[in-house]
């Protein structure tokens, strides 16, 4: 079990073939590398899994491998074309996840450099069409771990600014909080060559395409987003876990956040993430031990509300009313900020 979805292995991946797998998504959710909060955002995991399974099709229709096999009904696997009604799981092709070592207070990442294919790549890479507030970029510029420079920037940003090009950006996936990287990096721990980590910011660059151009039928603006990626048997990129949903996702109507950013910008205003944020500056790998209090729970409204705001927007994204719900626009106003 994860924080949001379940994970049900129905065939273990091996070292030269796949496995077989099942995601159910549910209800919960997480924020800040915490885990599982206090409170359930209903239907969520039915929106998620629908628009994602959408964004699988698009990817197949482009030529771009996914480990996405379809949804279970009954002894048959049929595709999101034609499902009747919104689903909260679906059937894929699993791989070996292969985790780095801690030696020294320190992750080991040699064993990439022992396996060549079926293995999860170690790694989340990120796409950044603008800067929005409350990107980590900012706070990553403050503390001077990254200069505008390295972003590709001439000078420094500012909260809203849209770049003329989207930065694709990278950091690490398996350990207990996701740390950014550089691409020098993270080619050497997930042991790519440069073409193949010139390959996967091209699909990242192709996916973040489609994924504007898809949310814009909605009005909304894809400001950013993050993959995952695996090698299959035969060491071909593929995309896995899900995409283009608003918790991978950073999406934005008229400038109000349309994404899990909703629950981020509650929880910031609260104690117990300024608690998280000092844990994580004193120790990366048990952090969560440091944290003395727990995250208290959302006003009822506000979780009824983020429950239609998932809703709406798959419904909108897709073009199919899955969910009897308001428009965004509707949830939005309501929403307090």
């Known amino acids: 079990m994860g924080s949001v979805k379940d994970f049900h292995v129905v065939r273990a991946a091996t070292e030269n073939e796949p496995g077989v797998g099942e995601f159910v998504f549910s209800d919960r959710y997480s924020v800040f590398d915490w885990g599982e909060m206090p409170d359930h955002i209903q239907g969520k995991g039915y929106a998620l899994c629908t628009l994602g399974l959408y964004f699988f099709k698009k990817l197949e229709e482009m030529g771009i491998k996914h480990h996405c096999l379809g949804v279970k009904m009954g002894n048959s696997i049929i595709q999101y074309e034609q499902l009747s009604a919104p689903v909260n799981s679906f059937l894929f092709k699993t791989y070996r996840v292969v985790k780095p070592e801690v030696k020294?207070?320190?992750?080991?990442?040699?064993?990439?450099?022992?396996?060549?294919?079926?293995?999860?790549?170690?790694?989340?890479?990120?796409?950044?069409?603008?800067?929005p507030e409350g990107s980590s970029v900012f706070r990553r510029l403050k503390e001077g771990s990254i200069t505008p420079a390295q972003l590709g920037l001439k000078e420094m940003p500012t909260p809203g600014q849209v770049l003329e090009k989207p930065i694709v950006d990278v950091s690490t996936k398996l350990e207990a909080t996701d740390r950014y990287i550089g691409w020098d990096e993270a080619q050497e721990i997930a042991g790519l060559s440069t073409a193949e980590v010139q390959q996967l910011k091209d699909i990242v660059l192709a996916i973040n395409d489609l994924i504007t151009r898809e949310v814009k039928k909605a009005n909304l603006i894809n400001e950013d987003g993050k993959f995952e990626f695996a090698f299959d048997e035969h060491r071909n990129l593929v995309?896995?876990?899900?995409?283009?949903?608003?918790?991978?996702?950073?999406?934005?109507?008229?400038?109000?956040?349309?994404?899990?950013?909703?629950?981020?910008?509650?929880?910031?205003?609260?104690?117990?993430?300024?608690?998280?944020?000092?844990?994580?500056?004193?120790?990366?790998?048990?952090?969560?031990?440091?944290?003395?209090?727990?995250?208290?729970?959302?006003?009822?409204?506000?979780?009824?509300?983020?429950?239609?705001?998932?809703?709406?927007?798959?419904?909108?994204?897709?073009?199919?009313?899955?969910?009897?719900?308001?428009?965004?626009?509707?949830?939005?106003?309501?929403?307090?900020?």
């Open 104 to 131: 020294d207070g320190r992750y080991d990442y040699s064993v990439y450099k022992k396996i060549s294919s079926n293995y999860l790549i170690p790694l989340e890479v990120i796409y950044r069409n603008t800067l």
């Open 239 to 337: 995309v896995v876990d899900i995409l283009g949903t608003p918790d991978e996702c950073r999406f934005t109507w008229n400038q109000l956040p349309v994404s899990k950013e909703v629950l981020r910008k509650h929880y910031r205003e609260f104690n117990w993430y300024k608690e998280v944020e000092e844990a994580k500056k004193k120790d990366k790998i048990n952090w969560k031990s440091l944290v003395q209090s727990t995250p208290p729970a959302l006003p009822p409204k506000t979780v009824e509300l983020v429950s239609q705001l998932y809703k709406a927007c798959c419904n909108e994204i897709t073009g199919k009313r899955w969910f009897d719900v308001p428009s965004v626009e509707n949830i939005l106003a309501q929403l307090s900020y």
